[in-house]
């Protein structure tokens, strides 16, 4: 099953077409093209993604990533016979786009009448790909942004009559720590980076999200199935990274660079006592919740008080703000695992890309006996591959096509 992945919840673009199949011993996929692009340069300046602004790029990036993914595709395998036409100069306007079909896509694309021209370009020049299903972000994310992937997503299925599967992003984190890449026969590295072996999770699974907007910890039944058993009272753990590199002076978004000036203080002053030691929020509640804008507020109290804040402190504060949000997500994995005693713990979301947190993380699943699902870095953080994977899964457990659904910036699991 050929299927089209389409991510615009923030500040990423992406466009991904994958092959997947599962027979009863396995299940695999195939990435056939994968694009993204990241708006991270034109958000750099400001310190935060702008919705509108997220908007208009994705609206002028889609059918750009859209051609070049096809293009890739074309490469790996074919779709349609004539994908380009001779010299790029045959038009040919597909017989299920006549006028009534093509009003019904710019209809679709109402609120975006340059992404309806480049659209009516491109299906215009191309024959229909063999693609049997489009799976979009339908939430959460930001609003504006959203709807741009979700109306380009319902303008492709109208005109190409594709089924079309709304995603959740989250979900789409959860997913992309299945994927494992096949490994050559000394198992010694991937035989090639676009084949993956979709991992059978034992369930019930623990899911701890952390990103830019999330901190949740998720009980995952069954497939699918799932149970929100912890959340953040106000900031996610991304958002607070991005806020203390912002007040370090560091650019947009900081998360990563957090985690490298830690990872630099830690290998230069090992034994070093915490000048400026922080709080560890909620890390003795009974509850499963997080809270972040307090240990943020007290960053931001700690730098007043320094005369000067020196490459020197901005490291010893990097440390000592990841050591604190490492034992607050230590703490309550390891409760969460107590009380509902689960098979296996995912990970997911933007921040897990931090190495620091996976190590950590991977040490809690020893101490328990858990399998540990993480994804690789590179789908750690918003792409579409992800998404493309749980449409795939949610076609597999029988999710009919939808065309009428919205934008929804709060969708929750
Ligand atoms: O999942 P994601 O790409 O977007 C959202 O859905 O929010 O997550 C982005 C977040 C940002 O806050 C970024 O700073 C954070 O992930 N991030 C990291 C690291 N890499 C990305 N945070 C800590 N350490 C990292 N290495
Ligand atoms: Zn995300």
């Known amino acids: 099953m050929i299927i089209l992945g389409i991510e615009t919840s923030c500040d990423e673009t992406g466009v991904c077409i994958i092959e997947a199949e599962k027979s009863e011993k396995e299940a695999s996929l195939t990435v056939l093209g994968n694009q993204l692009y990241s708006q991270v340069k034109l958000h750099e ?22 051609q070049k993914c096809l293009e890739e595709v074309e490469h790996n395998r074919p779709l349609a016979p004539s994908l380009t036409n001779e010299g790029g100069k045959t038009l040919r306007i597909l017989p299920s786009l006549d006028k009534e079909g093509l009003r019904a896509v710019e209809n679709i694309l109402i609120r975006e009448p340059e992404l309806f021209v480049e659209l009516e370009e491109l299906i215009k020049t191309i024959e229909k790909p063999d693609i049997d299903a489009i799976a979009v972000t339908s939430g959460p994310g930001l609003e504006p942004a959203l709807w741009v992937g979700v109306t380009f997503a319902k303008a492709l299925s109208e005109a190409w009559n594709i089924p079309l599967i709304p995603t959740n992003h989250m979900e789409g984190h959860i997913v992309a720590s299945s994927l494992s890449p096949f490994l050559d026969k000394k198992g010694l590295g991937a035989v090639d980076k676009k084949e993956y072996k979709i991992k059978e999770t034992k369930y019930p699974a623990l899911a701890l999200l952390i990103s830019g907007g999330h901190t949740q910890l998720v009980l995952i039944k069954d497939n699918l199935q799932y149970e929100i058993i912890g959340n953040t009272c106000d900031d996610a753990v991304g958002e607070a990274f991005d806020k203390v590199a912002r007040m370090l ?39 499963l919740n997080f809270s972040f804008s307090g240990l943020k507020t007290a960053v931001l109290y700690t730098l007043k008080k320094i005369p000067e804040i020196t490459d020197e402190v901005k490291q010893e504060i990097a440390l000592e703000f990841e050591s604190a949000v490492l034992d607050v997500l230590e703490s309550k994995t390891s409760q969460a695992i107590e009380e ?51 449409g795939y899964m949610n076609i597999l457990a029988g999710k009919k096509s939808d065309t009428t659904f919205r934008a929804n910036g709060n969708l929750s699991l």
């Not at 400001?46 to 208009?56: D, E, L, Q, S, T």
């Not at 650019?251 to 709080?279: C, W």
């Open 45 to 66: 300046q400001y310190g935060g993604v702008f919705p509108m602004m997220a908007k208009r790029e994705h609206a002028k990036n889609l059918v750009p990533l859209f």
């Open 340 to 390: 509902y005693n689960p098979q296996t713990l995912i990970i997911g979301g933007g921040v897990s890309a931090n190495p620091s947190i996976r190590e950590l993380l991977e040490k809690v699943c020893q101490k328990y006996g858990l399998e540990f699902l993480v994804p690789e870095v590179s789908t750690s953080t918003d792409n579409a591959l992800m998404i493309a994977l749980a």
């Open 249 to 287: 002076g560091l650019p947009y978004p900081g998360g990563k660079i957090i985690s490298e000036l830690a990872k630099k203080e830690r290998e230069e002053n090992p034994n070093k006592k915490a000048p400026y030691p922080l709080p560890r929020p909620m890390i003795h509640s009974k509850d």
